[in-house]
């Protein structure tokens, strides 16, 4: 019945359902991300990290002291001389680990 009355569907109305069907799966996946992320048993995963001795998450691939924050020493950016730039652009995206910094003395 439908398809006699419109026997060649416009390809916005083709673009604009497939759209909605995309964005409705889309927003599935966002709901189904933040019902799956309150089951998840954070102190589990903690004890895991610790008792397999795991480094945080790389996020850049640059520079070794970008790439594990948590493994750098204060020296890393200017290892190539003191007085050096840091070269590297992710160098002035990433603070310091909270532990090189003065005020946690």
């Known amino acids: 019945m439908l398809l006699r009355r419109c026997p060649h569907p416009r390809m916005a109305n083709v673009a604009l359902t497939l759209l909605a069907i995309l964005l409705l799966l889309f927003g599935l996946t966002l709901a189904d991300a933040a019902w799956r992320s309150r089951s998840t048993d954070r102190a589990t995963n903690r004890a895991l990290v610790r008792e397999l001795g795991l480094t945080d998450l790389s996020l850049f691939t640059e520079a070794r002291y970008t790439r594990h924050p948590s493994q750098a020493d204060r020296h890393s ?18 603070p310091p680990p909270p532990g090189l910094t003065p005020s946690s003395r």
Not at 77 to 94: C, I, N
């Open 77 to 94: 950016p200017f290892q190539d001389h003191p007085a050096a730039l840091d070269h590297f652009p992710t160098g002035t995206l990433l």
